[in-house]
């Protein structure tokens, strides 16, 4: 899976995902992935797990922290830097053009039609992108995975515990779980 991309391809592709996408990150997500993983065939299925994973865990927005990752991962720190200059661009001329005419988009009847659509484009997104990192995480550890996603939901909808807390609480289990794992692997060789 060693295919090359240029600087320009990976600047426009970020540019154009960015530009195009209504949502943050976990809408984001599921294009980066598609157009990477399964069009540019150029990293695996695991691996953009792993950097979703890691976009999740880091500061600020999630897209930007992906775009960065998944550069990062092809092109190294040239990659991260173009996809980071990439997905702000378009965030930057969008609201710098909105602030110019604010007063027009906030009573236009099309405007905040189009945007009541999206918000329902975006819920679907975000039921896609769940559904497709179940798949992948179901395949590594089945069991695991099932334990920790039914934890995280009795967490999440039957506590008042803070969402941000019950993350970082799966993601310490994750790491409990992988040493642990891994210390027994070399145990037994």
């Known amino acids: 899976m060693k295919k090359e991309i240029s600087l320009w ?22 294009i980066i992935r598609d157009e990477f993983v399964e069009k ?11 950097l979703i ?30 996809c980071v200059l990439a997905s702000t661009l378009p965030g930057v001329i969008i609201i710098f053009t909105i602030s110019q005419f604010y007063q027009a988009f906030r009573a236009n009847f099309y405007v905040n ?16 992108t769940v559904f497709n990192l179940g798949k992948t995480a179901l395949k590594r550890e089945r069991n695991l995975s099932i334990a920790m996603i039914a ?20 993601g310490l289990c994750g790491v409990l779980i992988s040493h642990y794992e891994r210390r027994k692997q070399r145990e037994e060789s």
């Open 9 to 30: 391809e990976l600047f426009f592709t970020f540019f154009k995902i960015n530009l195009f996408t209504f949502g943050g990150g976990y809408t984001i997500v599921p």
């Open 40 to 50: 540019k065939q150029l990293i695996g299925d695991e691996e953009m797990m792993d």
């Open 53 to 82: 994973a890691l976009s999740q865990s880091g500061p600020g927005a999630m897209a930007i922290s992906c775009s960065l990752l998944t550069g990062y991962k092809i092109r190294g720190m040239t990659g991260a830097i173009t």
């Open 113 to 128: 039609a189009a945007l009541a659509g999206i918000s329902g484009i975006v819920s679907a997104m975000l039921l896609v």
């Open 151 to 170: 934890f995280a939901i009795v967490m999440g909808y039957f506590t008042n515990l803070n969402t941000g807390l019950v993350i970082i609480l799966m």
